[in-house]
């Protein structure tokens, strides 16, 4: 690279591109010099990533996880990211130990996901359909969840296509969609009125539908939703999808329906498809076994749909990656033909209820109110009768950041717990609805729970009477 960069050093009398002639050393030494910052800036300008990737602003992972440590209070309790602070259960960890000893789960699958999966995602989700999925055109397995929402975005996005996201958002979501050039428009949750004075439900998140509708045009090409929310821990209402998937089957728009939390739900839940034959025919619904088996590590994710779509979204996959784990498929697929049998999924259910009733106690004791889960396992507290000490001193890539970032970095720094900003998931316009709160993860074993509780109660001396 060296010799593309350097000029070839010439005789003074010579004439150099521009047509100059040189009439002496210093001249060339000039001109050389004037030449290789040229070539720099153009090799610079060539260097430049591209504007999806380019960002400059810290992520909200990259902060906690720096100030977490960072910080004086040693172990840090981790409550951020939603990772489980325990195994999957035996039966799976066994089925996948055996996998590895077989030839074939140590190859290729074939693109669309080992058939022992898809056959029994078929069966297990038969009970919620109404019918057997065909396991051939209509479930495609893929590397996560994350990977198989990029893989639909990438199937069915155009530049200049319009995806319309509510806030909060999974923070991936924007990623993926800017990757093919879509353009997103942004429809934002609002919390409970009271929310920063009294605990509720998770169900009193709710969207404007008046702005839902005019965040409709011609060039909307599809919606996602996310149900059981994350980090809102909100189940959507049938009455809700219902308006939401009159709103997509009368402009032909693409639902997008993540339900990885589809087996943590501690109030009725309604899948978007099966509302109708007619909702079906649009409706790409997204699941994870990370979020099933406790194994986020293991990347292994689906989409099922009707063949018509899961077509493409198949194709985008094999251009993406070709195939995922083939020993994790395998694995998965005895998780899913057992789990039944085992109790795993009632016991999922008890397991984090449990969790959430242990964990929540806190905010009680503190009189702190939060809003109560109806799924998944993030808790959303509201801090607003938490005061800062004035003065306090935050790095500056925090100081510029709403009220939640503070509130995040000051709990790490004072008590040793971590948690999630959640106004990382809103635009700048609308952080502000969520200045206050703070996500908290669960998914943990109790006696990290108890830990969080105990330095949590360091917040009382900071509780506004």
Same mark, same amino acid.
């Given at each position: 690279?060296?010799?593309?960069?350097?000029?070839?050093?010439?005789?003074?009398?010579?004439?150099?591109?521009?047509?100059?002639?040189?009439?002496?050393?210093? +001249?060339?030494?000039?001109?050389?010099?004037?030449?290789?910052?040229?070539?720099? $800036?153009?090799?610079?300008?060539?260097?430049?990533? #591209?504007?999806?990737?380019?960002?400059?602003?810290?992520?909200?992972?990259?902060?906690?996880?720096?100030?977490?440590?960072?910080?004086?209070?040693?172990?840090?309790v981790n409550m951020g990211q939603g990772f489980f602070g325990y195994n999957p259960p035996e039966f799976i960890l066994n089925a996948a130990k055996k996998?590895?000893? $077989?030839?074939?789960?140590?190859?290729?699958?074939?693109?669309?996901?080992?058939?022992?999966?898809?056959?029994?995602?078929?069966? #297990?989700?038969?009970?919620?359909?109404?019918?057997?999925?065909?396991?051939?055109?209509?479930?495609?397995?893929?590397?996560?969840?994350?990977? *198989?929402?990029?893989?639909?975005?990438?199937?069915?996005?155009?530049?200049?296509?319009?995806?319309?996201?509510?806030?909060?958002? &999974?923070?991936?979501?924007?990623?993926?969609? =800017?990757?093919?050039?879509?353009?997103?428009?942004?429809?934002?949750?609002?919390?409970?009125?009271?929310?920063?004075?009294?605990?509720?439900?998770?169900?009193?998140?709710?969207?404007?539908?008046? =702005?839902?509708?005019?965040?409709?045009?011609?060039?909307?090409?599809?919606?996602?939703?996310?149900?059981?929310?994350?980090?809102?821990?909100?189940?959507?209402?049938?009455?809700?999808? =219902?308006?939401?998937?009159?709103?997509?089957?009368?402009?032909?728009?693409?639902?997008?329906?993540?339900?990885?939390?589809?087996?943590? &739900?501690?109030?009725?839940?309604?899948?978007?498809?099966?509302?109708?034959?007619?909702?079906?025919?649009?409706?790409?619904? /997204? *699941?994870? #076994?990370?979020?099933? &088996?406790?194994?986020?590590?293991?990347?292994?994710?689906?989409?099922?749909?009707?063949?018509?779509l899961i077509q493409y979204v198949a194709a985008a996959h094999t251009r993406i990656c070709y195939s995922s784990v083939s020993p994790l498929q395998e694995a998965c697929?005895? *998780?899913?033909?057992?789990?039944? +049998? +085992?109790?795993? %999924?009632?016991?999922?259910?008890?397991?984090? +209820?449990?969790?959430?009733?242990?964990?929540?106690?806190?905010?009680?004791?503190?009189?702190?109110?939060?809003?109560?889960?109806?799924?998944?396992?993030? /808790?959303?507290?509201?801090?607003?009768?938490?005061?800062?000490?004035?003065?306090?001193?935050?790095?500056?890539?925090?100081?510029? $950041?709403?009220?939640?970032?503070?509130?995040? %970095? &000051?709990?790490?720094?004072?008590?040793?717990?971590?948690?999630?900003?959640?106004?990382?998931?809103?635009?700048?316009?609308?952080?502000?609805?969520?200045?206050?709160?703070?996500?908290?993860? /669960?998914?943990?074993?109790?006696?990290?729970?108890?830990? #969080?509780?105990?330095?949590? $109660?360091?917040?009382?001396?900071?509780?506004?009477?």
């Open positions: 690279m060296s010799g593309l960069l350097l000029p070839v050093l010439r005789r003074p009398s010579s004439l150099i591109s521009t047509g100059t002639v040189v009439k002496s050393r210093q +001249q060339l030494v000039q001109s050389q010099r004037h030449h290789l910052h040229s070539s720099s $800036r153009l090799m610079s300008a060539k260097l430049q990533p #591209a504007a999806r990737v380019a960002g400059n602003r810290q992520d909200v992972w990259t902060i906690v996880n720096e100030a977490a440590a960072a910080s004086p209070r040693q172990p840090i996998a590895l000893d $077989r030839v074939e789960c140590n190859q290729y699958s074939p693109t669309r996901g080992r058939p022992r999966l898809r056959k029994a995602l078929s069966k #297990a989700y038969a009970p919620h359909w109404g019918r057997e999925l065909d396991p051939e055109t209509e479930i495609t397995i893929t590397t996560g969840a994350n990977e *198989g929402m990029l893989s639909a975005f990438m199937a069915f996005v155009e530049p200049g296509d319009e995806v319309i996201v509510f806030e909060p958002f &999974f923070d991936q979501y924007i990623s993926n969609i =800017e990757m093919p050039g879509g353009k997103i428009v942004y429809v934002p949750m609002h919390p409970p009125k009271d929310g920063h004075i009294k605990t509720l439900s998770a169900s009193e998140w709710t969207i404007d539908f008046d =702005e839902l509708e005019r965040a409709v045009t011609p060039r909307t090409k599809m919606l996602v939703i996310n149900t059981p929310h994350n980090p809102v821990g909100k189940v959507f209402s049938r009455a809700e999808l =219902e308006r939401i998937a009159d709103l997509c089957v009368k402009n032909q728009i693409i639902i997008l329906s993540d339900e990885v939390y589809d087996r943590l &739900f501690y109030t009725p839940f309604t899948r978007m498809a099966t509302l109708s034959p007619e909702v079906e025919k649009i409706t790409l619904t /997204v *699941g994870s #076994a990370g979020k099933n &088996f406790y194994a986020t590590g293991w990347r292994v994710g689906w989409l099922m749909g009707p063949a018509e697929a005895i *998780g899913f033909e057992e789990a039944d +049998q +085992q109790g795993f %999924w009632t016991q999922c259910i008890e397991d984090m +209820q449990n969790k959430m009733s242990r964990f929540n106690a806190i905010w009680d004791e503190l009189g702190l109110p939060y809003s109560i889960p109806e799924g998944g396992y993030f /808790v959303m507290a509201n801090l607003n009768k938490v005061e800062i000490p004035e003065g306090y001193p935050f790095p500056p890539h925090v100081a510029e $950041r709403p009220r939640d970032f503070k509130l995040a %970095w &000051f709990l790490i720094q004072e008590l040793g717990v971590a948690a999630i900003p959640p106004s990382e998931f809103y635009t700048d316009v609308n952080a502000h609805i969520v200045e206050d709160w703070l996500r908290f993860a /669960v998914c943990k074993p109790d006696e990290v729970l108890e830990d #969080a509780k105990e330095r949590l $109660r360091g917040l009382k001396k900071f509780i506004k009477q």
